[in-house]
């Protein structure tokens, strides 16, 4: 080999070393960047015990209070955490709240889950979630809007 072509195979190494050192420096940039916009990333951060999170998930989130059930928004009843534990798994409460049916709907509906949707089996459950909703959320019977009275009537002008 001859010295220039030594020379060159020298530049191709400190070439590719400087590449990797670059590379390193861009990403610990990058990553000082997203601490300083993010200061919880959670590679860098200590987490909490499992223990911890439960009493925080339990004295926070099953809270009652006026009567209703903060996370969910349903009224505090019998059978109210069973309601919460099978129906908000999969859907929003809010969904529960609005379909206001009476039982025979209700377990239609249950059975259009559990054949459409994966819906597991409420065995014993359902039963007491049925008579939550009934109970709580029956039907609200609505009729035709009352015919307008005394309405003063006018043409409209083109």
């Known amino acids: ?3 220039q072509e030594q020379f060159r195979k ?3 190494v400190i070439y590719q070393l ?3 050192v670059v590379s390193i ?3 610990v940039a990058i990553a000082g ?4 916009v993010d200061p919880s990333f ?3 951060k200590k987490s909490a015990p499992d223990s911890a999170y439960i009493v925080v998930q339990e004295d926070e989130e099953d809270r009652i209070e006026n009567g209703i059930h903060v996370r969910s928004g349903l009224v505090e009843a019998e059978g109210l955490m069973e309601v919460v534990n099978n129906c908000t798994n999969c859907h929003s409460s809010k969904l529960v709240i609005q379909n206001r049916m009476t039982a025979e709907r209700w377990i239609a509906t249950i059975r259009w889950m559990q054949e459409t949707q994966n819906l597991w089996d409420l065995g014993g459950n359902e039963e007491i979630i049925v008579n939550y909703l009934v109970t709580n959320y029956p039907p609200i ?3 035709r809007r009352e015919n307008l009275r005394n309405v003063e009537w006018y043409d409209l002008q083109n």
């Open 42 to 44: 959670s590679v860098f």
């Open 141 to 143: 019977k609505k009729g």
């Open 33 to 36: 960047i997203y601490l300083i």
């Open 18 to 20: 400087l590449k990797v």
């Open 1 to 3: 080999m001859d010295r």
């Open 25 to 27: 420096i861009i990403i």
């Open 10 to 12: 020298q530049v191709r």
